[in-house]
């Protein structure tokens, strides 16, 4: 059984940084692409970042590109977002998510990330 | 990018009535057109992908069809378990987009 689960949300001030992580468990982690996604309070879902099984490559949506950095280290089965110069538009639940063909076939619980003074 | 629009934005509807949900694209997405159901406070399930595979475990009342920029969700007899949220996504080109959702609800 395919289990992903997030850690690392909570509340931040702007203009904070804080780090997400998911761990994977129930699959050859490093063959699978990964993706985080995310949604803000009573909004739809937003794809954010994706990264390759190899880690080699990254993708990234124009509204935290050059804020935000996914990363993987497949030898702990971990998928990471380091969010850095975070905005109240940033505030959303954060969930990690395999992805098969560009498909996000498996979620995790998700973590909340509120941005606020 | 590839801009997705769903219709209707929310849908209220009986147990045993036919529901279909319309997503269009702003481009051609090719085949890479996924639906996922969420219910409230929980993570979104896949349901279809590749326009018309249902996903492992979904009940068959679910299908979908589709092809090029428009695309549609139908449930053919609905079930207290699928009143819920429906996105639409595509997968043909980065950034990946999704639907604005569709809401089913009790009549």
């Known amino acids: 059984e395919v289990q992903l689960v997030e850690s690392g949300g909570g509340l931040v001030q702007p203009g904070g940084s804080l780090r997400l992580s998911c761990a994977v468990s129930?699959?050859?982690?490093?063959?699978?692409?990964m993706s985080w996604v995310r949604q803000a309070p009573g909004k739809g879902l937003e794809w954010v970042s994706s990264i390759s099984g190899s880690g080699d490559g990254t993708y990234y949506a124009d509204s935290v590109r050059g804020r935000f950095a996914i990363s993987r280290d497949n030898s702990k089965k971990t998928l990471h977002l380091q969010m850095n110069s975070l905005r109240a538009e940033d505030t959303a639940v954060y969930y990690c998510a395999k992805v098969v063909a560009d498909t996000f076939d498996d979620w995790g619980q998700g973590a909340l990330v509120t941005v606020s003074s | 990018d590839i801009q997705m629009t769903q219709s209707p934005s929310s849908v209220s509807a009986s147990i045993g009535d036919r529901v279909t949900i319309t997503c269009r694209a702003s481009q051609v997405v090719g085949s890479w057109l996924a639906w996922y159901q969420q219910k409230p406070g929980k993570a979104p399930e896949l349901l279809i992908y590749g326009t018309s595979t249902l996903q492992s475990g979904v009940p068959s009342r679910f299908s979908a069809s589709g092809s090029g920029t428009d695309f549609t969700l139908t449930i053919s007899s609905l079930q207290p378990e699928d009143f819920a949220t429906y996105y639409c996504?595509?997968?043909?080109?980065?950034?990946?987009?999704f639907g604005g959702g569709t809401k089913v609800e009790i009549k």
């Open positions: 996504q595509q997968g043909n080109s980065f950034p990946l987009t």
């Open positions: 129930g699959i050859t982690f490093n063959i699978y692409d």
